[in-house]
Nanobody, 123 residues
Framework: VQLQASGGGLVQARGSLRLSCTAS????????TAWWRQVPGKEREFLGG????????WYADSVQGRFTISKDDALNTIYLQMNNLKPEDTAAYFC?????????????????WGQGTQVTVSS
């Protein structure tokens, strides 16, 4: 399975941005896909995830209410809609997939990782 993230860029504070993550290959093996972000020198942070079977979602408290994850089954794509962005949201954003029922807030649960897409929020 390959994951391709896109949609990053420069946005002003209080603006919005939507990231995409498209899966290819044996996508039927992916149980859940999640978004993470990382700032240089810090640990990777879980943002939220979506289960492919029924669209159930989970979010980190830090982004609950501002970020929304959705999916398009036909395109094998998940989205991260980010609203009311803040300078502290500046980071490299990654999508990742797990192939089973595993703790979704642990990086070690994820078998598949996409390359990061940079989001920069200016004040």
């Amino acid at each position: 399975v390959q994951l391709q993230a896109s949609g990053g860029g420069l946005v002003q504070a209080r603006g919005s941005l939507r990231l995409s993550c498209t899966a290819s290959g044996h996508t039927f093996t992916v149980y859940l896909t999640a978004w993470w972000r990382q700032v240089p020198g810090k640990e990777r942070e879980f943002l939220g995830g979506i289960r492919w079977t029924d669209g159930s979602t989970w979010y980190a408290d830090s982004v609950q209410g501002r970020f929304t994850i959705s999916k398009d089954d036909a395109l094998n794509t998940i989205y991260l809609q980010m609203n009311n962005l803040k300078p502290e949201d500046t980071a490299a954003y990654f999508c990742a997939g797990v192939d089973g029922v595993l703790p979704i807030r642990l990086t070690t649960s994820y078998k598949y990782w996409g390359q990061g897409t940079q989001v920069t929020v200016s004040s």
